[in-house]
């Protein structure tokens, strides 16, 4: 991401079932909290991870987050986390970002909601190659 | 599982949720939920979320859900004490959940299920219809 | 180019007290106003740091590494901050830098032949332009920090809550209601009714002058949101030509409460909470 000008890598969680979102939201939850995020933004935050993890289990059975703390021009701090699966991929992006689009019978608000949950979000994604979504929050 | 009590007190079960529940233990206990109706049969069902830190699209749509669940076997449902961090998520997230009904607190709650249960209320007169 | 590089620099190097004199009466002459932010003492001592490290940059480039750029964009950072800061325009700041090539070229023109002039001027140009961009970019980034600090201060003092009876608060909407704007007014509102526990918010929107589509989905927005709180939403001051706007939009307002007057609201707010004045 051209906006961060360096990182460091906090923790790493594998993820292959409903206890890891769990572990996964529980960590970067209390990862906010100590950089000193508000409530809200832990909030919203910590919901988009629980969708992203959610999707990892569900689309590709397994998969990885990393969570980085970054920082960005006058020192403001940000965190990052990187949700990546070698699952089946998306093989059309912009239709699966649409609210309301699932191919698991669920409300499909996780990618397009967990987009509107953070500051920036990127995802790439690859038929049979599976899929890299990193978000990022400022403080 | 068993984490999640179920209270039954008169005609109304109240379920006070404590803890962060993953995606099968929320199925559970919504299962749970139904066959407590089932068994008792109440005329209200109280949840209580004022300790649930993060609600995404999984648990509100299981939320929704069971409360159209519960209306199919006869039973009101009031949420209570959402988190105002959570509101705001959710309504960023896109999911308004336009049927549930709402209240600030158990007490709140109770009160607009005996309403709701009782007759027809000023605020509520829309709601008749599914009622009858 | 290097070599020449290091010719200019060495060139530069033996005439630098010239130049600094000449670049110095130039920016008193001719941008004043940056010599008055600045003081003319410190302009002299800044010019004085710029050109000696400038002088040392040449051969380098651009190297982002070499210890001299670093200092010169140091100092350029610093005089551009106070220069945002003093609201001096971006060609003032700029001007601050620019100026040098009055003072560089003419030694450059006399000492070097037409050939090697056109080389080294090019050379020149392309330094200095570069910094000269990096003193916009910091002007721009101090601005943005001022903008964003005013527009945080001005947010905070624009949704005053208003408690108007026991278990109803009232928020008077005034002005532009952009989803900025409704994403702080919801936080507000909520955090009241978190606080206060009551039962009904009343939205006025007497103050807010045009009610289009994407006012009229922030309105509902908020008003889901007290909803989901467990709280009744009522929004007042829904003028004729505001009805007439939203129902000719095609805007459905039908799940909420609407009423024309504040009174009407309050009235609403009272029955709906088992009260009565009085």
């Given at each position: 991401m051209k906006s961060s000008e360096n990182s460091n890598e906090c923790f790493e969680i594998l993820i292959s079932n409903y206890e890891d979102i769990i572990l996964a939201r529980q960590k970067v939850k209390s990862f906010m909290q100590k950089t000193g995020f508000s409530v809200l933004a832990q909030t919203r935050i910590v919901t988009a991870v629980s969708e992203l993890a959610r999707n990892i289990v569900v689309h590709a059975g397994q998969g990885k987050m990393s969570a980085y703390q970054i920082t960005k021009k006058r020192n403001r701090p940000g965190l990052k986390c990187v949700f990546k699966d070698q699952g089946p991929?998306?093989?059309n992006i912009d239709e699966a970002m649409?609210?309301?689009?699932?191919?698991?019978?669920?409300?499909?608000?996780?990618l397009s909601g967990a987009r509107k949950l953070c500051n920036e979000f990127h995802i790439e994604s690859a038929e049979k190659k599976g899929t890299t979504i990193s978000i990022v929050e400022w403080l | 599982m068993g984490e999640v009590t179920i209270l039954n007190i008169g005609n109304n079960i109240i379920v006070p949720v404590q803890t962060e529940l993953h995606d099968e233990d929320a199925r559970q206990l919504q299962t749970d939920i139904l066959k407590k109706i089932e068994n008792t049969g109440a005329k209200g069902l109280l949840i209580d979320v004022?300790?649930?830190s993060i609600i995404d699209s999984f648990l509100g749509r299981l939320l929704v859900e069971t409360s159209k669940m519960a209306r199919l076997m006869g039973t009101e449902t009031v949420l209570v004490g959402m988190k105002k961090e959570v509101v705001l998520t959710l309504i960023q997230l896109g999911?308004?959940?336009?049927n549930l009904h709402t209240a600030l607190n158990i007490e709140d709650g109770l009160a607009l299920l005996e309403k709701m249960i009782t007759g027809p209320s000023l605020s509520r007169r829309k709601d008749e219809k599914f009622r009858k | 180019m290097t070599a020449i590089a290091k010719e200019i620099s060495t060139l530069l190097s033996e005439h630098r007290h010239d130049i600094w004199e000449l670049w110095n009466k130039y920016l008193i002459v001719r941008a004043k106003s940056v010599v008055e932010v600045v003081g003319v003492d410190e302009t002299k001592a800044r010019t004085r740091t710029l050109l000696d490290n400038l002088i040392h940059v040449l051969p380098a480039?651009?190297?982002?590494?070499?210890e001299s750029y670093q200092k010169v964009m140091e100092v350029l950072a610093k005089v551009s901050r106070r220069m945002s800061e003093q609201n001096m325009t971006p060609s003032e700041t700029a001007m601050f830098i620019l100026s040098v090539k009055e003072a560089v070229f003419p030694v450059i023109q006399e000492h070097f032949d037409d050939k090697k002039f056109a080389d080294a001027i090019i050379t020149v140009n392309h330094l200095i332009d570069h910094f000269a961009l990096t003193t916009f970019e910091v002007y721009l980034d101090s601005r943005e920090e001022l903008i964003s600090d005013q527009q945080n201060a001005f947010r905070e003092i624009s949704v005053p809550v208003v408690k108007v009876w026991e278990k109803i608060i009232m928020i008077p909407l005034i002005g532009m209601l952009d989803s900025e704007r409704t994403q702080m007014m919801m936080e507000v509102l909520l955090t009241a009714l978190e606080d206060m526990q009551s039962k009904v918010a009343i939205l006025d929107?007497?103050?807010?002058?045009v009610v289009d589509t994407l006012v009229a989905r922030h309105l509902i927005t908020a008003a889901s949101a007290v909803r989901l709180m467990g709280a009744e939403c009522i929004i007042t001051g829904v003028r004729a030509k505001i009805a007439q706007t939203l129902v000719q939009l095609g805007v459905?307002?039908?799940?909420f409460t609407t009423c024309t007057t504040m009174a009407d609201g309050l009235q609403l707010a009272l029955e709906l909470t088992d009260q009565k004045i009085g």
């Open positions: 991929g998306i093989s649409k609210e309301g689009f699932s191919t698991s019978n669920s409300l499909g608000l996780g | 004022s300790a649930v999911l308004q959940m336009k | 480039k651009d190297d982002k590494t070499n929107i007497s103050g807010i002058p459905d307002l039908g799940g």
